[in-house]
């Protein structure tokens, strides 16, 4: 399984931006694919996850009404709308994957760097 994040970058204090994963190397039917995220000197958080089958989402409290998780099945894609961004959501922002029948992610992204500037 091979995931490509992109999406990150630099913006202002109430903005948005929108974060892919591309993922590649077998079909998702039986998995959930999800986002975590890393801040500086901090462990790494769960963000947002989806069930890839139903769409089925999750969501951490903190970014509960801000965040949207969705997948576009034709492009094995995930995404990551990230609205009214915070200083605090400044972070690496990492995809991942994982069976259905597991709880622990086995494969990762790269990661994507997004900073929120006050």
């Known amino acids: 399984v091979q995931l490509q994040a992109s999406g990150g970058g630099l913006v202002q204090a109430g903005g948005s931006l929108r974060l892919s994963c591309a993922a590649s190397g077998r079909t998702f039917s039986m998995y959930a694919m999800g986002w975590f995220r890393q801040a500086p000197g901090k462990e790494r958080a769960f963000v947002a996850s989806?069930?890839?089958?139903?769409?089925?989402?999750y969501y951490a409290d903190s970014v509960k009404g801000r965040f949207t998780i969705s997948r576009d099945k034709a492009k094995n894609t995930v995404y990551l709308q990230m609205n009214s961004l915070k200083p605090e959501d400044t972070a690496v922002y990492y995809c991942?994957?994982?069976?259905?029948?597991?709880?622990?992610?086995?494969?990762w992204g790269q990661g994507t760097l997004v900073t929120v500037s006050s």
């Open positions: 989806i069930i890839w089958s139903v769409g089925t989402t």
């Open positions: 991942a994957v994982r069976h259905l029948k597991r709880d622990e992610y086995d494969y």
